[in-house]
Each structure stands twice: as C-alpha cells, then as structure tokens.
C-alpha cells in the first residue's frame, strides 16, 4: 500500500545528498515523499526530483502533521531534536538513528553498520517499512540552466569545462567520510 512517508532534513545539503538513494527507493516503490525541510534548503529543491517539500519555519509539529498527514517519517540524519518534533507531530511510524537522546521518541531505530558508509545506514531506514532498496548511487539533477551558467562562468576564467574534476574528500562527520585509499584510487 502506497504510504504518505515524510523525510526531516537537517540543514545541510550533504546529509540531502546522501539520503538520495533513500529519496529514490520510495519514489520507485509508489509512496508520497514530503521533505520536511528547514528553510536553508530551498535552492536544493531544482536538485531533488522526488517528493514534495515543505519547509518548516516554527509551526507547532501538531500542525505540520494535521495539514501532511504522514504514515511515517524517516530522519536520515536524526538529530535528537528532530526525533523530539516527530513524536510531538504524532507521527506513528518514526525511524531515526539510535542516539541515546533521540531513541525515546522513536518507533524504530535500525542499528549503525560499522564499517560500513553512512548511505549504508541511511538505506536500513527502509527495512521497518519493507521498502527495496533501489541502488546506492548518490543522484543529484542539476537543472539546464544552471549547468549552463556554470559552464560560462568556468570558460570565462579561461578553463576547459571537461578539463577537470572536484573532489571533496571531508565531511561535516568522520563517519561519512571516505578512507583515503579511495580517494586516492577515484582520483587515480
């Protein structure tokens, strides 16, 4: 049964990048995706071609889910906060990380995978649904006219726009971050 599934971002584009595949695996499976977003993502939205978003900017949580209705919300990142707010929307279905201060307020938390990447994780949010995972490539569209603007704005410094390539090999936390005998070989 299609579900109406909620997913509570923190403000950072690089934990919504990383819950792409997830974004992706419920878009596949039928089921509504709201993006329950701060309002420092909206110029990530032309980005992420799944769901719905809205943004939050203080409305009580009872609110939000009397409007949205949702079946379930997914916390890819689970700030204990954002653990807190889901319980307090009465959201019945609530799957987040297993933090000491966020485990109280939330229905399902599927154990960290040690050793293995954050997406890993991310993707077992799926398991207390029964949703399959569709893949684990990390997917952003970039919209036509920005890809545009980019590529004049990198000519116009004189360089070729295939000639090179972006690598950021830090994050915001250890455990997202690739050991550096990958970034070696990638950048090989």
Not at 43 to 54: F, I, K, S, T, Y
Not at 68 to 92: F, K, M, S
Not at 163 to 175: K, N, S, Y
Request: net charge neutral; aromatic share 6%; glycine share 8%.
């Amino acid at each position: 049964d299609e579900m109406k599934i909620g997913i509570l971002h923190p403000r950072y584009l690089g934990d919504l990048i990383l819950a792409t595949p997830l974004l992706r695996a419920l878009d596949r499976a039928g089921h509504e995706i709201v993006h329950l977003a701060p309002p420092s993502l909206r110029n990530a939205v032309p980005l992420v071609p799944w769901g719905r978003w809205r943004f939050l900017a203080g409305e009580p949580p009872a609110c939000i889910q009397e409007e949205e209705r949702c079946d379930a919300v997914l916390l890819p990142a689970t700030l204990d906060g954002q653990a807190r707010w889901a319980e307090e929307a009465g959201i019945p279905i609530r799957i987040g990380r297993d933090r000491p201060r966020a485990r109280p307020h939330l229905t399902h938390a599927p154990a960290l995978l040690p050793g293995r990447h954050e997406v890993d994780w991310i993707l077992s949010l799926l398991d207390p649904l029964g949703i399959p995972i569709a893949g684990r490539q990390l997917e952003i569209r970039i919209p036509p006219e920005a890809d545009a603007e980019a590529r004049a704005r990198v000519r116009a410094i004189d360089l070729d726009p295939g000639g090179f390539t972006h690598l950021c090999p830090f994050g915001a936390r250890r455990w997202t971050e690739w050991p550096n005998k990958s970034w070696r070989s990638l950048a090989s």
